[in-house]
């Protein structure tokens, strides 16, 4: 059974920072990416940010990056996402993914093929 777990998320204000982490268990198959994506009341799930896991190479948003900034543990099976300069417009629930075809580059447009159960993330001051 494949799970992923987030933890992290939370309440900061706005210029502050989180680090939401993610670990992936019961992959049966080797993963080709993980990554983040978001959701705000009221509007689509987005994505923030993807990380290919042989390689690490990485894929932002225009609104996260230089913010955010992704990295994969490969010996924990795990993925943060370091978020500074929070803004108000950061607040969503944030879902960690696994893909298993898709490496980073291609993340965003296909999505993903596992999802956490997602994490609260709230900027507010």
């Known amino acids: 059974q494949v799970q992923l777990v987030e933890s992290g998320g939370g309440l900061a204000q706005p210029g502050g920072s989180l680090r939401l982490s993610c670990v992936a268990s019961?992959?049966?198959?080797?993963?080709?990416?993980m990554g983040w994506f978001r959701q705000a009341p009221g509007k689509e799930r987005e994505f923030v940010a993807a990380?290919?896991?042989?390689?690490?190479?990485?894929k932002y948003s225009d609104s996260v990056r230089g913010r955010f900034t992704i990295s994969r543990d490969k010996d924990e099976n795990t993925v943060h996402l370091e978020m500074s300069s929070l803004r108000r417009d950061d607040t969503a629930v944030y879902y960690c993914?696994?893909?298993?075809?898709?490496?980073?580059?291609?993340?965003?447009?296909?999505?993903?093929?596992?999802w956490g159960q997602g994490t609260q993330v709230t900027v507010s001051s």
């Open positions: 019961g992959l049966s198959r080797s993963k080709k990416g």
């Open positions: 990380v290919s896991w042989n390689d690490g190479h990485t």
């Open positions: 993914g696994a893909a298993l075809v898709m490496g980073a580059e291609m993340i965003p447009f296909y999505g993903m093929d596992y």
